[in-house]
């Protein structure tokens, strides 16, 4: 690493690979948030704080769910007709003078990155606030390759700084209270005092920012849409930062999963309303910035070269089944998780995946397969907060037992089987179910089954799995609901 | 979201099937039969299928459809006479009305059987309300209570307005609001054994925000969110208790304060 005085890099090579989490450690990951009553209280607050915001925008309940009709059939639309808007926006977009890019998986994604960096001889690339660009990992893979990646969004700056990755998709450091940022900056920003006002501590990350986007080479940035018909990628913000990354350097590289596409410049206003108002219950964001190509001759501003990056990693797997393709529809503005009653107990970094929360549960098992991520679509009551609030309507609760389904057995006659298909298939939980089903599909049995439990009410068992962790043993009645009645009847 | 607004209501049926419930059938039978006792007392004529078992939620919510749908399928044919079927069960009743048309959408005939039964599911609060149409009367003194509508009963089946309705009509019975009164209490099902430390928060917030209203009892239309939260507190050493919502309407307006 050419770079070892620079304390983002070192706060970098501390930073744990969390791609691959084995699926036994999150429950202990779990437990330790769960059992971390700080940690507990600031989610609790920071949703709180979200989930009124959101509301206060959605006054009008009938209004809403127009509203998310629409932008439900949009994003329907749009991935039905997926590989010709793909090829669509590829011909627009090369039109305008964007390189693009077709990356599989990670691996590939970073590969062309790094190769355009290296051949504008990159030290530094400043980012804007990009998802598919934690989900492969690219700070690392730059570090690997000695070039400075630097995050420019300040809640993705101070996780950088920390060495930490994101805990939410809109709000990257909404673990961190006020007074770690204040010991952070302290001890991590050069020259930097310690102070604990919030204006100030963005004055000293602005400063750090501004003076590296005059000198990066490369500008990395996001994509909220991708329109086809014109070629022109959205992207949404409110600091500035990503205006800054995709205009000032002179190579700017965008990044998105091929899932953003939609037709007609048309179908963005609607998804762009319920995006910012679902995530942090903003009317409209302080940027949306459309950009159709690099600087044209005459123009004074703007990049000289500029790229996309298309990025699949598992996503036509999930486009491939009818079911599993509205996974495909998020348009993600975290108010699953923000209404999730596990990721409000456990925080982001619990789930160990990019994503977390109900969009993470139902979209890393197509990234990083069954076999690493079986217990994620575990990790839901099943309450319907995600699916009630997510703006273009993905039926999440169905998707996450649809995918518990596929860990536990082989894939149905007539469809493909997925990446880790059957993972967590189970010869004692098999015969649970099936004995079960045996018990509950023969009246009389169930009847007698009845009768035995409520007679041997005394023997139940004291210690009942996880239920009497906090719970005392359940223990039958002392006459079945099925026995009173037909006593009843005999009267 | 009251998935139960635009529901197209029918007159005062004389006849109704209950289903039970497994969990109700088990562990809260008195719920069952302060169901039964509710409907009679409105006249209405109460059938109990004897060969009913469990509506099969357990395996569909675990990922078992094989399973899912050889129990689900043993109840659908239960229900023979067009009455109303009436479950007092928040959860079970979604998974019937809204969950067996999915459960059987690939089989054209089955799914046809599914929708017809899905049409005549009932939740209890959302049937003594909008069919049955009670005016109750209050017998009870006067007394706080906090009321706990899970996820499914209050996403499908619209329970927080019609059990809130029908309290309304009790002038003795204050409904204290809790807070984050929307949110899950932990139970879900097989997710309260497979992830013990979450449910077990969830649960513990859920039961410390109930206490806070100051209520002397919390009612629920599930039994197993209602047991989940009972045994906690039972754990606790704590004598706060909740109701199963049949039993306490029943014992409110029930001149004799009781059971028979
Ligand atoms: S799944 Fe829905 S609610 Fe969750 S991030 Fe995506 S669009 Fe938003």
């Known amino acids: 690493m050419n770079a070892q005085n ?38 609790r607050g920071a949703m709180d704080f979200l989930i009124a915001k959101r509301a206060a925008q959605f006054p009008d309940p009938v209004a809403l769910e127009s509203q998310r009709g629409l932008a439900e059939h949009i994003r329907k639309y749009s991935l039905a007709r997926l590989p010709d808007l793909l090829e669509q926006l590829e011909r627009n977009l090369t039109a305008n003078g964007v390189q693009v890019h077709w990356a599989e998986n990670p691996e590939q994604a970073n590969a062309i990155i790094i190769n355009i960096a290296r051949r504008h001889s990159t030290k530094l690339m400043v980012k804007g606030k990009s998802m598919v660009s934690e989900e492969i990992e690219l700070n690392h893979a730059m570090a690997d390759a000695g070039m400075e990646a630097l995050e420019s969004d300040m809640g993705e700056y101070i996780v950088q700084l920390d060495g930490e990755k994101p805990s939410h998709i809109i709000m990257p450091a909404i673990h961190k209270t006020k007074l770690e940022i204040a010991r952070l900056f302290a001890a991590k920003v050069p020259g930097a005092g310690y102070t604990e006002s919030v204006d100030e501590l963005i004055g000293i990350g602005r400063a750090v920012l501004r003076e590296k986007f005059m000198t990066a080479e490369i500008g990395l940035s996001g994509v909220n849409f991708a329109v086809a018909e014109t070629g022109t990628l959205c992207l949404v913000e409110n600091e500035g930062n990503g205006r800054m990354c995709t205009t000032v350097p002179g190579v700017h590289i965008a990044i998105t999963g091929i899932e953003k596409v939609v037709e007609k410049l048309e179908h963005v206003p609607p998804l762009f309303a319920l995006l910012t108002r679902s995530a942090t219950g903003q009317a409209i964001t302080t940027y949306l910035n459309m950009i159709s190509g690099p600087r044209k001759p005459g123009e004074k501003d703007g990049p000289r070269e500029m790229h996309l990056v ?10 491939s089944d009818e079911q599993l393709r509205s996974t495909l529809q998020c348009i993600r503005c975290g108010a699953c998780m923000n209404h999730c009653p596990v990721y409000t107990r456990i925080g982001g970094h619990a789930y160990g995946t990019t994503y977390p929360g109900p969009i993470g549960e139902i979209i890393s098992p197509h990234m990083l397969g069954l076999a690493a991520t079986h217990v994620l679509p575990t990790a839901s009551s099943l309450c319907g907060a995600c699916g009630e609030v997510c703006p273009v309507k993905i039926p999440i609760p169905d998707l996450l037992i649809r995918l518990r389904g596929e860990a536990q057995h082989d894939a149905r006659p007539g469809h493909a089987p997925m990446l880790g298909q059957g993972a967590a298939k189970s010869a004692l939980v098999d015969a649970i179910w099936s004995g079960w089903a045996a018990l509950y599909t023969r009246p009389a049995l169930y009847r007698a089954f009845g009768w035995l439990a409520t007679r041997f009410r005394a023997l139940t068992p004291p210690m009942q799995s996880g239920w009497t962790v906090s719970r005392t043993p359940l223990k039958p009645a002392k006459r079945t609901l099925h026995e009173q009645m037909a006593a009843r009847e005999r009267r | 979201m009251d998935e139960t607004g635009n529901r197209h209501y029918p007159d005062k049926p004389p006849k109704v099937y209950l289903f039970g419930t497994c969990l109700i059938d088990m562990f809260c039978p008195e719920a069952g039969m302060d169901t039964v006792r509710l409907l009679e007392r409105e006249g209405i004529e109460v059938h109990f299928p004897a060969d009913q078992t469990c509506c099969g939620q357990p395996a569909h919510s675990s990922g078992f459809p094989e399973q899912t749908r050889a129990v689900a399928l043993a109840q659908m044919r239960l229900f023979p006479e067009p009455w109303p079927v009436i479950v007092p069960s928040g959860s079970c009743a979604g998974m019937m009305r809204h969950h067996y048309p999915k459960v059987f959408a690939d089989d054209p005939r089955l799914l046809a059987e599914a929708t017809a039964l899905a049409d005549r599911i009932f939740e209890l609060s959302e ?25 499914a009963a209050r996403r499908e089946m619209g329970t927080q307005v019609h059990a809130r309705a029908l309290l309304a009509q009790l002038p003795g019975v204050d409904v204290g609001l809790h807070e984050h009164e929307s949110e899950c209490c932990g139970f879900g099902g097989t997710f309260s054994l497979k992830h013990p430390a979450i449910s077990s928060a969830m649960a513990g917030d859920k039961v410390d925000a109930l206490k806070e209203t100051g209520a002397e009892t919390f009612l629920s239309a599930d039994c197993g969110c209602m047991l989940s939260l009972n045994h906690t507190l039972q754990k606790r050493g704590d004598p706060f208790q909740g109701q199963h919502l049949a039993s306490f309407l029943w014992q409110r307006t029930n001149p004799e304060g009781g059971r028979r």
């Open chain 1, 6 to 43: 620079n304390s983002q890099i070192n706060a970098q090579a501390n930073t744990q690979a969390l791609r691959f989490v084995p699926a036994s450690e999150f429950k202990e990951r779990a437990a330790v948030a769960v059992a971390d009553a700080h940690l507990r209280k600031s989610f």
């Open chain 1, 310 to 319: 298309l990025v699949d990693n598992g996503r036509t797997q999930a486009y």
């Open chain 2, 127 to 151: 049937f003594l309300l909008h069919v049955a149409r009670v005016s109750l009367s209050d017998s009870g003194q006067p007394a706080r209570v906090a009321l706990h509508t899970s996820c």
